[in-house]
């Protein structure tokens, strides 16, 4: 066992390795570790190290920094290289020295630098500051002033406020949006402070018309906050209004509101707007969902402006109940946009309450077929169980569209005693139309039974009924989408049936098997017997099943073995040797050989030698070399050699390191944190048969192949660990 913090594995020069790794920045240990790093980090500032080791001294500091710091930061902020860096140090630090060191340095500075000083002290918040920015206010550069008055507004003492109204009164036209925000900004600080009355003065100040229209939104809804007992009254006012700044913003606060009735109250204001602000009124309403705000919503169907109509069909999804369903299915049927159905389809499938599945089966009674094709679906989304019995009956009626329909929402919503009904249904079907939303309905409820030796039971007596054979073939499929045990033997029969039909559905049932149980009996059958396009048919369904990879390795090999050797057409031979390119192994290399010398397929062959070699670099490099080798020489593709150029030499490259790799992760926590967790046993070293282990692929960058990037894999997330493993192979223990 090893373990390794690391970022990114490097191999190690060529038993079974297992390396726990630690995904994450190092993270500075409390107590002596930590001080003597801050001394070492002290004199590095007080030395003549270079920029580049003073800039990151500064940044560790910023995390681990103390007072016994400070004096040595203090000394950088006139400094023109690293000023911002000790700036960055201070800024945060929770203690009044900071503060006190940025504030000295203030006057030492001019321009960009006083600037900076000045921005931290704003961020710091720092009152003491306040008298020494108020004088800036008057200084010559209008970055400084802009800068003093923004850090003056962060800063929101009854002193800086004061400042800043004056300010206001006098600021050149480019500073007069600075001087706004930065009063809204110390009124919003005010007002945390308690001081009600000073921040309502600020934000009354800013209802001018003359600010910019973010400033008035924001001082509107500043006076909401501040007065919360009369924000009802001012909203009501604004909506009344004539000033559309204000309107808007108005409307927008509405949901933000605590008085219950406000809901309400709004609501009856609906009819008098305009179709714009009825827009937006709607949308506020929805937000505040509230079923008071019901009848004007449902009212507001019916306007003629289809935008008011299209919002209202919205938001009753956010606030509706069963009353609505009526009028939004009849909208969902008449609709003649795609956004007015999308919309009903929508707020349908979201209306909560009790009753409202009943009214959607109600309302499939009057509706058109395209809108009980809509309703089904609709139904199926909100899980309606209780809407199986109208789906059986939609299932015997005369539209074919609605009947695949409820064929589809059966097998989502019925249970597993509806299968043996779905099957009547199969049975008594006439045609392909249906067919197969049928078939997959009774996968889907046969599936739902708990047992999984019993699903296939209802099919297969279904099967023994001596139906005509495109039912027959329905069952068929039916088991293959089951794919348990005794449908793999359903099948087994089905190959031997003289019936053409029955035995190509079997084959494709067992090509699209979900493992790879079915394999041995489509080989088998392909060896024996079948027309040409039945053992086509069969050769890539073998194909098919083993790519899948769940196979041991030697058994894949063996039938990629027989099926090279049986193969008769050279369609087929590349077939499988576009399947035998997927398995990393050094033995496939030896079963492309002969294909080599084929004229018809060589093409196909020398790409799957390519592919092979490149799959083995890790874990054969020496057979991976070799193959690259031969067809840098031989191939005659210029394409393919080129590319077995470069693998080669990637190959000689990376000689000396291990190149295979998996990993497993990343845990947290777990009973330890950061570097603690390498003292915790995670369940990799439990042997937990849950684990599931991944491939690292060697990397992209020619230049350095054998490094695999974790950060890559796990991103920079701090106290997390991840294993990884390799297998290496020694002749001496």
Request: overall charge neutral; some cysteine; charged content about 25%.
């Amino acid at each position: 066992m090893m373990r390794h913090n690391a970022r990114c594995v490097s191999a190690a020069p060529v038993v079974w390795a297992f390396v726990l790794l630690f995904v994450g920045a190092h993270l500075a240990s409390d107590g002596k570790e930590r001080m003597d790093r801050e001394a070492r980090l002290i004199e590095i500032l007080r030395s003549g190290a270079p920029v580049q080791e003073k800039d990151q001294a500064c940044r560790e500091l910023q995390v681990i920094g103390t007072p016994a710091s400070i004096p040595a930061l203090a000394v950088l902020l006139t400094d023109k290289d690293l000023s911002h860096m000790a700036r960055y140090a201070l800024e945060p630090m929770p203690y009044p020295q900071a503060g006190q060191a940025l504030r000295a340095a203030l006057p030492q500075t001019t321009s960009l630098i006083k600037i900076g000083l000045i921005n931290s002290l704003g961020f710091r918040e720092e009152k003491e500051a306040a008298p020494d920015l108020i004088k800036l206010l008057g200084d010559p550069d209008p970055e400084v002033i802009g800068a003093a008055a923004t850090a003056l507004g962060r800063i929101g003492t009854p002193e800086a406020a004061l400042a800043l109204q004056k300010f206001r009164k006098t600021a050149v036209p480019s500073l007069e949006a600075v001087a706004a925000e930065a009063s809204l900004t110390a009124a919003e600080r005010l007002l945390r402070g308690n001081r009600q009355a000073d921040a309502v003065r600020i934000y009354e100040q800013m209802q001018g018309a003359k600010w910019p229209i973010h400033v008035r939104q924001g001082a509107f809804v500043g006076l909401l906050m501040a007065m919360p007992n009369e924000a009802v009254a001012r909203i009501a006012r604004a909506i009344e209004g004539n000033d559309p700044v204000l309107q808007s913003v108005a409307i927008s606060s509405i949901p933000g509101l605590k008085d219950p009735n406000a809901a309400g109250r709004f609501s009856s204001m609906l009819p008098k707007l305009s179709t714009d602000t009825q827009i937006l009124m709607i949308g506020a309403l929805a937000d505040c969902e509230s079923s008071s705000t019901l009848p004007a919503l449902q009212n507001a169907l019916a306007s003629p402006n289809q935008n008011v109509k299209l919002a209202a069909v919205k938001a009753l999804g956010r606030t509706g109940d069963a009353t609505c369903v009526k009028a939004l299915s009849k909208i969902l049927s008449e609709a003649d946009t795609n956004a007015m159905k999308k919309e009903a389809t929508s707020s349908l499938e979201r209306l909560r309450g009790e009753g409202v599945n009943t009214e959607l089966l109600a309302s499939m009674k009057t509706a058109s077929a395209d809108g009980r094709i809509a309703l089904i679906e609709i139904l199926a989304s909100r899980r309606a169980t209780e809407a199986v019995d109208t789906l059986f009956q939609e299932a015997k009626g005369g539209d074919g569209r609605v009947r695949e329909a409820a064929y589809k929402a059966l097998g989502s919503l019925g249970g597993a005693d509806n299968l043996p009904a779905v099957l009547k249904i199969l049975a008594e079907s006439k045609g392909e139309e249906g067919r197969t939303e049928i078939e997959l309905a009774a996968v889907r409820l046969a599936r739902k039974l708990p047992a999984e030796n019993t699903r296939a039971d209802a099919v297969l007596e279904a099967l023994k009924a001596g139906n005509e054979i495109p039912v027959q073939c329905s069952l068929l499929r039916v088991l293959g989408g089951i794919a348990n045990w005794k449908a793999l033997e359903a099948m087994r029969a089905a190959l031997g049936s003289k019936v053409p039909e029955a035995k190509e559905t079997a084959i494709n049932a067992l090509a699209n098997w979900p493992d790879s149980r079915a394999i041995d009996m489509l080989l088998g059958e392909w060896r024996s017997a079948g027309t040409p396009t039945q053992k086509t048919a069969m050769l890539r369904g073998c194909v098919k099943l083993l790519r899948r990879g769940d196979g041991l390795p030697s058994q894949t090999l063996v039938r990629y073995r027989d099926l090279l050797n049986g193969a008769q057409r050279s369609e087929d031979k590349m077939f499988v040797l576009s399947g035998l390119a997927e398995v990393a192994d050094p033995a496939a290399l030896e079963l492309v050989e002969p294909s080599l010398r084929d004229p018809q397929v060589k093409a196909e062959a020398e790409l799957t030698v390519l592919q092979i070699a490149r799959k083995l670099v890790g874990s054969a490099p020496m057979a991976a070399k070799g193959a690259a080798g031969k067809l840098w020489i031989d191939a005659q593709s210029e394409e393919v050699r080129k590319q077995a150029a470069e693998l080669f030499r990637q190959i000689e490259q990376s000689e000396d390191y291990l190149m295979t790799w998996q990993i497993t992760g990343p845990y947290s926590r777990m009973g330890g944190e950061g570097l603690r967790l390498f003292d915790v046993v995670l369940p990799p070293e439990t042997g937990d048969q849950t684990v599931r282990w991944r491939d690292l692929t060697i990397s992209n960058r020619a230049e350095k192949p054998w490094m695999l990037d974790l950060e890559s894999l796990f991103g920079e997330a701090r106290m997390r660990a991840a294993y990884a493993r390799t297998w290496i192979y020694s002749e001496r223990t």
